[in-house]
């Protein structure tokens, strides 16, 4: 097979927009030269159609490296499956206890305080970060799980790196112990999921979406510590031709809801990223990472969807052709609307949102002084300003930051209120980022409901 005789120049534009760099793959799928074990072949097709870049599907004569694979990418599927599907919420609810939220899958404990179970995964309770540090504490980060978590020995585990993408085709391990001796990095970043926000496609714009319905807490910030990826991928022997870097965790193959395999979870990343501030990290805010959160080491892509972060990972493929997994095509690009026919190029940086650390309909004494508290990010850049409505969005004053501002990471803020009356208020919190980027108040509709930028509106009772 040619190798990369269609990449005459490195590849572009994939810091801020993949869009650039994914024609490019959508090019040299059609040449034969990259591979999208797992993906169906009409998706392809249709990527390519919508991209003006196939005339017609008899022209198409590769794509599917190993035959086994592209069978399971021909496996019947309907539309509309999407990451996150299945089991839900809504059912996660109905049999939690007062003392904790059941999530099979899940190891640590989750007190119904800190805690919404969602089917696999658990959301964080804003309220549970009022009086927290700048960081989530680890025992109430969520939880988004595709399956469930492996409890996996530290001892016995060891990092595979390999592909053509590595000079020589060669492979390389990595034990904890190897990577702990490479020169280590220290830094605050959030996790968010991009469904983050799903519902409120829902209950405020009325739009219908699949995919779990988190609120706004399927996001955290933790400190991380860990080796550069691009440290780990020189030592292995990275050669000039590498693409794609393709993280794979070891957790058991997700299923679809109609009863796909899609295998292991797995999201190729564009080389230029991970070279750029990806970290393998073992330590979550100052402790060796805990079982739910990826031990013995995860992926760390800051500012990117939390997809990119991938959990107990065991293998990193080095690719001299661009990849495809199901969560770079089906999942994880926009398609509705508002969005051309193949979907966005795949979503790379997390959107701008605001949360106010007070539980849904929270009660609030009446003429009472109240500090409001909460906190802003961006994916984009670091967040510039956050402005609190108590009045629906009628008016808007400053938020006061508590946090000095970083890219990838979150602000705490706050905001005196002294209800005049008793009654329903609704609170606004709207954060405007370095990028210039104010949080909207829609967001356009995408199927998949990721991305959900705009400002929520927060009902509480002052009474
Ligand atoms: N191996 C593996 N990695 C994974 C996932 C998974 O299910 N399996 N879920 C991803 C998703 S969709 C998100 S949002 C983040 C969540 O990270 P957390 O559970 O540590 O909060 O992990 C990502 N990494
Ligand atoms: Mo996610």
């Known amino acids: 097979m040619p190798r990369n005789s269609a990449r005459t120049t490195p590849p572009t534009g994939t810091r801020d927009d993949e869009s650039v760099y994914d024609r490019r793959r959508l090019r040299q799928w059609l040449a034969g030269e990259a591979r999208a074990d797992g993906v169906e072949r009409r998706d392809l097709l249709r990527l390519l159609a919508a991209a003006g870049l196939a005339t017609t599907a008899g022209a198409v004569t590769a794509g599917f490296a190993s035959p086994a694979l592209a069978a399971t990418g021909t496996a019947g599927r309907t539309t509309g499956h999407t990451e996150e599907t299945g089991r839900t919420g809504e059912t996660g609810e109905a049999g939690r206890t007062a003392q904790a939220a059941a999530v099979p899958g899940i190891v640590k404990p989750l007190p119904d305080a800190w805690f919404t179970s969602r089917g696999t995964n658990a959301e964080t309770k804003f309220e549970a970060l009022a009086g927290t540090g700048h960081h989530t504490p680890t025992d109430r980060f969520f939880v988004r799980n595709h399956t469930a978590t492996p409890v996996l020995d530290p001892h016995d585990w060891a990092l595979t790196v390999w592909g053509d993408g590595l000079v020589k085709d060669r492979t390389a391990q990595f034990t904890l112990a190897d990577l702990k001796r490479l020169p280590a990095t220290t830094r605050s970043a959030f996790v968010e999921c991009a469904g983050n926000g799903r519902s409120f496609f829902t209950t405020q714009q009325g739009q219908t979406v699949s995919g779990t319905a988190w609120t706004l807490g399927a996001v955290g910030s933790a400190r991380w510590r860990g080796v550069r990826l691009g440290e780990v991928l020189r030592r292995a022997g990275l050669s000039r031709h590498a693409v794609d870097v393709l993280p794979r965790g070891l957790d058991a193959d997700y299923v679809t809801a109609d009863g796909t395999n899609l295998g292991r979870v797995r999201r190729p990343l564009p080389l230029s990223k991970a070279l750029d501030d990806v970290l393998l990290a073992y330590e979550m805010n100052g402790e060796p990472l805990p079982p739910d959160h990826g031990s013995p080491v995860r992926v760390l892509v800051p500012s990117w969807v939390g997809i990119a972060s991938i959990k107990w990972v065991g293998d990193i493929e080095v690719s001299a052709q661009p990849l495809y997994s199901p969560w770079n095509t089906d999942f994880y690009r926009l398609f509705g609307d508002a969005y051309p026919d193949e979907g966005s190029a795949p979503l790379t940086r997390q959107t701008l949102k605001s949360a106010f650390e007070l539980p849904w309909n929270a009660s609030l004494e009446a003429a009472a002084e109240h500090r409001l508290t909460g906190r802003s990010w961006s994916g984009a850049g670091a967040v510039a300003r956050v402005d609190v409505s108590t009045d629906g969005g009628a ?69």
Do not use: E
């Not at 209800?419 to 370095?434: E, Q, S, V």
């Open 395 to 463: 008016t808007w004053r400053p938020a006061r930051l508590h946090d000095t501002p970083r890219r990838a990471d979150w602000v705490r803020w706050s905001a005196p209120w002294r209800p005049a009356a008793p009654g329903p208020y609704t609170l606004l919190a709207r954060a405007t980022d370095t990028t210039g980027r104010t949080q909207p108040r829609t967001t356009p509709h995408n199927t998949q409901g990721y991305l959900f930028d705009a400002v929520v509106h927060h009902p509480v009772q002052a009474v």
